[in-house]
C-alpha cells in the first residue's frame, strides 16, 4: 500500500529506505510507501507536518443494464427439504409450459454450513426442461 503525503513543513523531509534515499520539499506532495511511513516519527506526523492527504479521486462512470430477457420471467421454486436441504429454482418466459425445454434451472444445496451451493444444469442457459429438474445435471 502507498499514502499520500504533504509536506506542510518550512523544511525537507528525508527518507531512508531499503529503497534508497529520497526528499519531500516544503509543499510538495508525494506518494510513499507503508515502510517510509512507518519510519516517520509520530511528533512528525500531521498538520504542519508530514500531513496525509485524501487520494483524488476523478472518475465518473455510468452503466446501462438491460435484462435478458428485458421482461419479467415466470419463476417456480420447488423446496424438496432433505439432508441436504435442496430447492430447484426454475425461470422461463411466462405461460412456459414445464414440460418444454426453454427453462433455466439451478439447485441451491444448504448442507447445514454457514455457506449455500448453487449449481446451473446446462450452464444456465433456458434449454432445461423444468419437470426434470430432480436429474438434471449440475454444475
Known sequence: MALL??????????FESSGGRRQIQPGDTQMISDEEWASVISAKRGVGHLNPQALPVSASVSATVTPNPPYALATRVDDVGGT?????????????????????????TDDGSELLTIEWAGGGNFDQIWDDRASLTYS
Open 84 to 108: 441436504p436441504d435442496i430447492t430447484y429454482v426454475g425461470e422461463a418466459d411466462p405461460g412456459s409450459a414445464t414440460s418444454s425445454a426453454i427453462w433455466r434451472v439451478k439447485r441451491v
Open 5 to 14: 503525503v504533504k509536506n506542510e513543513s518550512s523544511s525537507p523531509y528525508v
